[in-house]
């Protein structure tokens, strides 16, 4: 079955840098890669997804870019924000015929500082 | 995007009791399922709510543990079964509209067992 890693664990950065989250997954068959916020006592929210037709991705401050060949994808905040402060989830899977299924990273802990 | 609710949003159990998660949407969907995400943790799938059918469960679940309905195209629900303090998590579900691989996530249910 699929396996992703994300990393790091924890990023800490000052109000108006940049922050980047990097995973990696197994299966090549995998075509859809989103990526969720959770913030304290919420569930998890879609902020962006990129599929595998795709190498780059941009929403406002948010980016997505993956690279097929070496299976990875990352997350790119530019000119953070306190309120950019959450859990991020990747994900990847998507449908493959019979079923749709998402597998999930182990989760990245962003705080933004003042 | 869709609205998802669940009841209740936590509540605290003793052990050897079971609880029924209910999940409603505001739209109908094709695919709904069921996560579970352990204190500070990831998001691992339980099983697939089919409407109509049984759930197909992912390794490590049993029906008989995780009881799941699906009477019809915008609500679910899941039980937990016999609970002892290592099911303590927050329970989530989640919706795939038609003709899309996105999920979309409830707020959750954050359950304590004693």
């Known amino acids: 079955g699929e396996n992703v890693e994300q990393h790091p664990s924890t990023l800490s950065v000052q109000e108006g840098d940049s922050a980047v989250i990097k995973c990696t997954y197994s299966d090549s068959a995998s075509n859809y890669f989103p990526w969720y916020k959770q913030e304290l006592g919420k569930g998890p929210q879609l902020i962006i997804d990129?599929?595998?037709?795709?190498g780059e991705k941009k929403d406002q401050r948010i980016a997505v870019t993956l690279n097929k060949t070496a299976k990875h994808f990352s997350l790119h905040i530019t000119e953070t924000q306190p309120e950019d402060s959450a859990v991020y989830f990747c994900?990847?899977?998507?449908?493959?015929?019979?079923?749709?299924?998402?597998?999930f990273g182990t989760g990245t802990r962003l705080q933004v500082t003042l | 995007s869709a609205v998802i609710s669940q009841k209740p949003s936590r509540d605290i159990c003793q052990r050897g009791t079971s609880l029924t998660i209910q999940c409603q949407v505001d739209?109908?969907?094709?695919?709904m399922f069921w996560y579970r995400q352990q204190p500070g943790q990831s998001l691992t799938l339980i099983a697939t709510a089919n409407q109509g059918s049984e759930a197909t469960y992912e390794s490590g679940f049993v029906i008989d543990k995780f009881p799941i309905s699906r009477p019809n195209l915008t609500f679910s629900t899941l039980t937990v079964s016999n609970m002892s303090p290592e099911d303590s998590s927050i329970y989530l579900c989640s919706v795939e509209p038609a003709s899309t691989d996105t999920q979309y996530f409830g707020p959750g249910t954050r359950l304590t067992v004693l």
């Open positions: 990129i599929r595998s037709n795709v």
């Open positions: 994900a990847a899977g998507g449908f493959t015929g019979t079923a749709s299924k998402l597998t």
């Open positions: 739209s109908q969907v094709t695919m």
